[in-house]
Each structure stands twice: as C-alpha cells, then as structure tokens.
C-alpha cells in the first residue's frame, strides 16, 4: 500500500544535557520538552540515545557497578515508559523515546517510537553494540524493523539506527529496502566531520531522510541534524540535503521535511533500482579479520 503523502513533517530534536544517571531524574525534563516541541508544532519528537540514563556506563572490572547499572534497565511496561506513551496520547505527537531496556541475558539500547495516539508502532534494539567497552554487556538486536507511522499529516515509513549502527552501511540499506523513507537516529559521541560526511552519504546513497540527535556539550557536541535524502534537484544540480543542524549548546531544533518531494525523486533516482544484489553475497559473510 502506497503511503498517504505527508508533506510537510516537523520533526523535533531533543539535544538535551540528562539529569544524572537514574531515569526518574530525566523522566520530567524529557516530558517537559515534549511539551515544548509539540507547542513548536512538532509531529515527531526524538531523543538522544539511552535517554533514561544519560548514555551512562561503567567499568567492565567492576562487578558492583555492573550491577547498578543493570538495575538501571526498564521494562518497555515501566512506569517511566508509559508516562512518555501517555504524553504522545495527551499531545497528538509521535515520540521517540530511547531507554536502557531490561532484558534477558542482558539489557538492550531501545527505541520505542509512540504513534499520536500512544500505541507502540516500532521497537528497535541498537543491532551494533560498541562491544569494544562497557556496552560489551549489551543484548544486541537482531533485526532492523520499518512501521508505517500515522501521524496529522499523513502516514509515513519510519525505521531506526542507534549511533554506531550507523557507521555501517548495511544498516541504512536494510531499512531503505525495508521501505524507509525517514530513519529516527539516537546518538551519543562527538560528531566530527568524518561521521557527519558518513552521516551524510548513507542519506546520499539511499534517498532516505534522517533525523539524528546527539547529546549537548559538554557531554558530547551537538550538531544534531536533519537530512532530506535529495541530493541534486530537478534539474540536476547538486542540492545541500541538510534541512536543520544544532550547534553545541542545548535545545530542541525542529526541522520541516518535504515528504512529498522526497518520494518523488526516489521515483526517478537510481541508486536502489540499479542494484546487483545476486554480487552482494560477500557481504553476509563473516569477516577474517
């Protein structure tokens, strides 16, 4: 089924300093700021990654800390988790929510993505841990879901990415051929210009418009950022594909996608429809390094 157009979706990033390390400490400032982007006249609010806790780890020696951290993990039925899905339900807003998620085995770095009526539409589970620290203890996902996600202005294909999948081209491209049309990116590192450039190009090379938001100084940098996936014009011309881009300081930056524009050029671009998978098959094997 070919989705309603929604031509123009505002999209709030929530580039946010946490409160400390517990989730009841960030529980009201990240509802209040929901409040805000919606009075801005957002459609979807996104937050940073593992909001719940700040991005907060530990020391993989030591056991005690691992295991406050541990304790620090929600289920998606929490109290925490049902205060931001009853605020999408109040507000009429689709909310981003990112946590620390209890799970066995070990917990897992979610995204949950609230429709403006409060219903889960998509849960995803950061697939690329940094397993070279402490996010080593994480479960990571296994799947790169797309939901089609109603907002007021008309239905749209939304999929994830948590920071570091992001610096691998297979999960952008799964999600485009999934039918994304917007990826939802939680961040938490400094973003310097090599990953924006990286940043840019999987926007480049799979006509998707993606929406990152990272943590403020001085925990991280900033420069949260919205790309609309159309990189030359009409006619051809070579187009900057950024729409909004934060600086250090803390705040909620809205930026305005045209949805409509974007599905037109996938129409007629060709980086999609020229591909050869039946080459690709190296690319699912395990590396010898």
Not at 157 to 179: H, K, Q, T, W, Y
Not at 195 to 215: D, V
């Amino acid at each position: 089924m070919t989705p309603q157009l929604a031509p123009n979706l505002t999209i709030a990033l929530l580039q946010l300093a946490p409160c400390g390390p517990h989730p009841s400490a960030n529980l009201e400032k990240g509802l209040a700021a929901c409040r805000a982007a919606q009075a801005q006249g957002a459609d979807v609010a996104l937050f940073p990654e593992m909001w719940s806790t700040g991005y907060a780890g530990f020391d993989l020696q030591d056991e005690g800390q691992r295991r406050a951290w541990e304790a620090q993990a929600l289920s998606l039925d929490s109290p925490f988790v049902r205060a931001f899905q009853e605020e999408a339900r109040q507000l009429g807003m689709a909310i981003a929510l990112t946590l620390l998620e209890r799970w066995p085995g070990g917990p897992r770095n979610t995204l949950v993505l609230f429709d403006r009526w409060g219903q889960p539409a998509l849960t995803y589970a950061k697939t690329h841990p940094c397993a070279f620290d402490w996010e080593a203890a994480l479960t990571p996902g296994e799947d790169f879901p797309v939901c089609t996600l109603d907002t007021a202005q008309g239905q749209v294909r939304v999929g994830a990415m948590i920071c570091f999948d992001r610096e691998f081209p297979e999960s952008a491209r799964l999600l485009a051929l999934n039918g994304a049309e917007l990826i939802l990116v939680p961040n938490a590192c400094r973003l310097e210009g090599n990953r924006l450039a990286q940043f840019r190009a999987r926007a480049f090379e799979n006509m998707t418009a993606l929406a990152m938001t990272n943590y403020p100084a001085p925990q991280e940098n900033g420069a949260s950022l919205v790309l609309d996936g159309r990189a030359f014009a009409p006619d051809g011309a070579s187009r900057d594909m950024i729409v909004t881009q934060a600086g250090a300081e803390e705040g909620i930056f809205l930026a305005s996608l045209d949805l409509e524009s974007l599905r037109g050029y996938r129409e007629h671009e060709v980086w999609l429809a020229y591909r050869r998978p039946h080459l690709y098959a190296p690319l699912s094997r395990p590396s010898q390094s």
